[in-house]
């Protein structure tokens, strides 16, 4: 099966989605052929670049090339992207129409809806209209999306970052913290930070900040931080596997959609955060009520009440958890639903 993959940011630690792409890529079973058409594009660009950046307008054009061309099975589009470009309407329509004349399959991945700009709702509105089946990250976007087309999947979504060998818990320090992830209105990242200044008055505790955002002086105005800008994967894991700990500030609440999570539990992190229901009952985890500065602190005080057995005893527990989320189940799931789309029309 010849699988073209459409995304934003293939590969690229700063885009979850596009890390996404390339982990699944690489574990689709053996009979499955990925051809990728990407292009990047930062978080942090300016409004105007991402309205006017076409990028994915040129990648989807190619795409359409390539079905015209008879290259591909099927195709996979990984949304949202990060750009913003409206034309991108227009090539979405284009290619469905030439996927329709030659009866080539069309699925949407769509990794978030409800809390999307308006935008973005009506790009994934138009692909889900076009798609022949959905995949979604959770129950609540296949509500959400069933109106438009009530043929939906949902997969788990893998960590971010992929664990080689193996965690030697007994390593781990109980003063490390990490966050991972980008920096933007959806974390509560500067109650995160005064918090931190509060709890770590003396100095005795490390936070390395791992991000593709930039963001200026921080290391200076702020109580023992390490700022690891565009860190690879490798470097990511070497700083996830020595903390104890890691801040989730993702607003409203972590679930099953945010691979940050996932890696924390990957590499035997305990998480700090507001959780959903489904998560917050985990042994492993440090829920908050909300995230306000002073529940900050008092989560991050409860972190260093709890003894340094039970702290290996969670980070194991935590590892474990993660297996269920391996990339290679979830790629062999989609794979699988494919196949079937596709068997349909053979």
């Given amino acids: 099966m010849r699988l073209a993959i459409v995304c934003n940011n293939y590969g690229q630690n700063y885009d979850g989605i596009g890390s996404f792409a390339k982990v699944m890529n690489e574990n689709y079973p053996d009979y499955v052929t990925g051809l990728v058409f990407s292009s990047n594009c930062l978080s942090d660009s300016s409004a105007i670049k991402k309205v006017f950046d076409f990028g994915m307008v040129k990648a989807l054009h190619k795409a359409r090339y390539a079905v015209k061309n008879r290259e591909v099975d099927a195709i996979i589009i990984e949304y949202p992207f990060v750009e913003w470009n409206p034309f991108i309407i227009a090539a979405i329509r284009k290619l469905h129409i030439a996927l329709k ?58 960590s971010n970052i992929q664990l080689n060998g193996n965690i030697n818990f007994d390593l781990k320090s109980r003063n490390n913290y990490a966050y991972f992830g980008l920096i933007n209105s959806a974390k509560a990242f500067d109650e995160m930070l005064t918090a931190w200044d509060n709890f770590n008055n003396n100095k005795q505790y490390t936070l390395y900040i791992m991000t593709a955002t930039k963001f200026e002086g921080i290391e200076e105005s702020h109580n023992n931080i390490r700022f690891c800008y565009r860190y690879s994967d490798a470097e990511i894991g070497e700083i996830m596997e020595k903390c104890a700990f890691c801040l989730l500030p993702v607003k409203p609440q972590i679930d099953s959609k945010n691979g940050t999570f996932k890696t924390s539990c990957l590499y035997g992190c305990l998480g700090i955060g507001c959780f959903c229901s489904e998560y917050s009952n985990l042994p492993f985890n440090i829920n908050m009520d909300n995230y306000s500065i002073n529940s900050f602190i008092k989560a991050l005080n409860k972190s260093q009440d709890i003894a340094d057995g039970d702290i290996i005893c969670l980070s194991r527990k935590a590892t474990e958890f993660s297996k269920k989320f391996m990339p290679e189940h979830i790629a062999n799931y989609v794979a699988e639903q494919i196949s079937k789309e596709l068997d349909e029309i053979n």
Avoid: C, G, M, W
């Fill in 101 to 158: 004349k030659i009866n080539v399959k069309l699925f949407a991945s769509i990794h978030e809806f409800e809390r999307v700009n308006v935008l973005r709702k009506l790009v994934i509105k138009r692909i889900v209209k076009y798609s022949d089946a959905l995949f979604v990250s959770d129950s609540r976007t296949q509500e959400l999306l069933s109106v438009y087309n009530p043929k939906i999947f949902i997969r788990n979504i893998p």
